[in-house]
């Protein structure tokens, strides 16, 4: 048996010698695809937050998701069991899969995962696991704080072995790929897993490029670099005449919101929060800037998740009622049109990532209703590491969701509204009847257009440009994580075949 070993400083990976560009059309056999993707993941360690939703390609959790959403085994040989009192799930392990360095994987190596993933960034994520233990060579048992009925879609985090015997610190996974290369800034390389006990990828060899600028990915998916890439649905387009190319369009959960940060005097206050909802033209943004390629928004809650979400929690688009809201709320305008209330005027900023064109069109059309009922919102434009340290003080134009469960993506919400909006998602989190959970979830909903935290606009689709030369595509709804080594149109890759 192996001695368990600290898993969370060992896949760093780096790349220092020059590779030569493969070629976007998938080399003389098909056995080769590039894609191109907007974001680099900063780590490829799933204790550290890679892979959080699952389809990571690099490795393999207990389970996974379907197409259809739903939960499937995968390193498990069955849905996780959970005990009469719901405190605890136990998962019973394939025997047949190995490593891609050789060893066995066992129940020791899901304990060793889940313990460090106790001591990591991902921490929160598992509040509720109080600990895992090995029961027999092929079985474990998680045992809860409480009851929490979506916990088995948190096990879709990869699993690592107990012991790193790879001295590189190259990833090692259980999945259909494996690091072959990273060159930081440029392209990550991968290799097929050829053991892989879900059968042998097709797909031998796999680049994705990262273009962190969207017209930037255009042109060069345009001249001919990649096999695929994802672009905002206005870019891709202009794709639609040229031959060999297919464009596909996921329905997603990934919802887009004005996130208004309690801390700020202004983005806080409730009456600007709510008036805001009703200035927002949510059809016009979704007219102009998505050309019918996305859905309105007015909570978190997609219409993906259909039990759950509540048609009725709405705004209507009323400027007259934001202005009231605002007037009622002691925001008094100014002579340049500004509102102000006991000497603080109407005024925020609204940041969004660079080199993404939807969110910086969303976050001008937002000033612009804004403005129109006296609230002054200044735009900026910056990278992450700008963003990051200003998200307590500053409006961001923010990214979320997940069609699989709404625990995981709403519970993190508590705080932010009314104490109605929090009861709701404690409820939803611990009632394990899906009916009740229902209920609970439409409650949330209710009470967040009573008092809303932020300004949810829009459930964008996703746009993927794609060379027409394999079979294997399957569509899916997207969560917020999507792209080439996430969900989109290659997540089920290792099934894909050569036409």
């Known amino acids: 048996m192996r001695s368990p070993l600290l898993l969370v400083v060992l896949l760093a990976v780096a790349g220092c010698t020059e590779t030569a560009a493969p070629r976007p059309d998938g080399g003389t056999n098909g056995t080769s695809i590039v894609l191109a993707d907007r974001d680099e993941p900063t780590t490829l360690n799933p204790l ?45 392990l394939r025997g047949d899969v190995k490593f891609t360095d050789g060893t066995t994987f066992g129940a020791e190596d899901v304990v060793a995962t889940y313990t460090a993933a106790l001591q990591t960034s991902v921490k929160e994520r598992f509040s509720t696991l109080k600990s895992v233990e090995q029961l027999d060579p092929s079985t474990v048992r998680f045992t809860l704080t409480q009851v929490h009925a979506a916990f088995p879609h948190l096990l879709v985090l990869g699993v690592l072995p107990s012991e790193q015997a790879n001295p590189d610190g190259k990833p090692v996974g259980t999945g259909p790929y494996q690091v072959s290369e990273w060159k930081k800034g440029d392209r990550l390389l991968l290799e097929a897993n050829d053991g892989y006990f879900g059968g042998a990828p097709k797909v031998k060899k796999v680049t994705v490029v990262f273009v962190t600028d969207d017209n930037q990915r255009a042109r060069r998916m345009q001249d001919g670099e990649f096999d695929g890439t994802v672009l905002p649905p206005k870019i891709a387009a202009s794709f639609e005449a040229r031959s060999g190319l297919n464009i596909q369009y996921h329905r997603s959960a990934d919802y887009r919101a004005v996130r208004l940060p309690a801390a700020n005097p202004v983005t806080g206050n409730a009456s600007v929060r709510l008036a805001l909802n009703f200035a927002a033209n949510r059809q016009g943004m979704s007219d102009s800037l998505l050309e019918g390629k996305g859905t309105i928004a007015y909570t978190p809650v997609p219409d993906a998740l259909a039990e759950e979400f509540d048609p009725t929690a709405k705004f209507r688009f009323d400027k007259a009622e934001a202005a009231r809201l605002l007037d009622v709320g002691g925001w008094v305008p100014g002579a340049d049109g500004i509102r102000a209330r006991e000497g603080v005027p109407a005024r925020f900023t609204l940041m969004y990532p660079l080199g993404d064109d939807l969110r910086a069109d969303l976050a001008t059309a937002f000033a612009a209703d804004a403005k129109a009922v006296g609230v002054d919102v200044q735009l900026a434009g910056l990278s992450w590491e700008a963003i990051r340290p200003r998200m307590a003080q500053d409006a961001l134009l923010y990214g979320e969701g997940s069609p699989f469960d709404p625990d995981l993506m709403l519970y993190d919400l508590r705080g932010q509204g009314s104490p109605a909006a929090d009861a ?20 949330f909903q209710q009470a967040f257009v009573a008092a809303p935290s932020m300004a949810v606009l829009v459930f964008p689709e996703h746009a993927y440009v794609m060379r027409d030369s394999w079979n294997g595509y399957q569509p899916v709804v997207d969560p917020n994580s999507y792209g080439a080594l996430a969900w989109g149109p290659w997540w089920n890759l290792e099934k894909w075949e050569p036409k």
Do not use: F
């Not at 998701?65 to 069955?78: E, F």
């Open 424 to 443: 709701a998602l404690e409820n939803g989190r611990k009632l394990n009847d899906p009916a009740q959970r229902a209920v609970a979830y439409k409650l």
């Open 48 to 92: 550290l937050g890679y892979g959080a939703q699952g389809v990571s390609k690099i490795y393999d959790g207990l389970v996974e998701h379907r197409q259809d959403g739903s939960l499937t085994p995968q390193l498990a040989a069955d849905l996780p069991e959970p005990a009469a009192d719901g405190l605890s799930w136990t998962v019973k």
